[in-house]
């Protein structure tokens, strides 16, 4: 099937800003996610946008959609080195009501 | 404390052998999903269920069983017809009417 593309690699300054991309395949995909994985560790939900938006803001993280371009991208403000970790984006699908995930995006914060 | 808890965090599996993870869920919640996670990659969907006594295959579900018998459990069997089960088990869940997915802390699985 087609897949959610990202980024394998990010690496910034601490105190900078981070931009993760992603680009999604489903048009009619009505839910996008992004969550945070620290080592072996699960899933956190950072925060979604529904399809109809265009921007989300939520304290330091915000989330751009261009629907047109099926591109999703989460910027993170004043980048911490607690903010290390893999980055999600995720599509909800179809019926079935399941995510689809891309590979991840690691982030590493310099300090 | 309100959450979704997967047991055990490390689980081993000889050869020949099926194995069962635990997820369970005091949120409340309708829907259960299994996902896999192998090193460097996404998740994948192995099983779902949107309600009790029902679920459906996901993507990966050939050597893969599950149950659900209660609203808040939904165990996954690996069983021996899964030849490469080395990987990290996800279990997550969802309300209905909401459509954000929540996540257990995960299962590593390890061959012996």
């Known amino acids: 099937g087609e897949d959610v593309e990202q980024s394998l690699f990010l690496s910034v300054r601490e105190g900078d800003s981070s931009v993760i991309n992603c680009t999604y395949t489903d048009s009619s995909s009505t839910y996008l996610y992004w969550y945070k994985q620290e080592p072996g560790a699960g899933l956190q939900l950072l925060t979604y946008i529904f399809s109809n938006m265009d921007m989300k803001q939520d304290q330091r993280l915000t989330v751009l959609l261009n629907k047109k371009d099926k591109h999703l991208s989460l910027r993170i403000a004043d980048t911490q080195t607690g903010d290390s970790a893999i980055y999600f984006c995720?599509?909800?699908?179809?019926?079935?009501?399941?995510?689809?995930f891309g590979s991840g995006t690691r982030l590493q914060v310099q300090p | 404390d309100g959450g979704i808890t997967q047991s055990p965090k490390y689980l081993f599996r000889k050869e020949g052998q099926n194995v069962t993870l635990s997820c369970e869920q005091n949120l409340n919640h309708d829907a259960m999903y299994w996902y896999r996670q192998d090193p460097g990659q996404g998740l994948r969907l192995i099983y779902y269920?949107?309600?009790?006594?029902?679920?459906q295959k996901g993507d990966i579900a050939e050597g893969y069983s599950v149950s659900r018998e209660k609203k808040e459990s939904f165990p996954l069997t690996v069983t021996s017809a899964q030849k490469n089960p080395t990987a990290f088990y996800l279990c997550?869940?969802?309300?209905?009417?909401?459509?954000?997915?929540?996540f257990g802390p995960g299962t590593r699985l390890l061959v012996l």
């Open positions: 995720a599509e909800l699908r179809g019926g079935r009501r399941a995510l689809t």
């Open positions: 997550a869940s969802r309300r209905t009417a909401k459509e954000t997915q929540y």
């Open positions: 269920s949107q309600i009790v006594n029902d679920f």
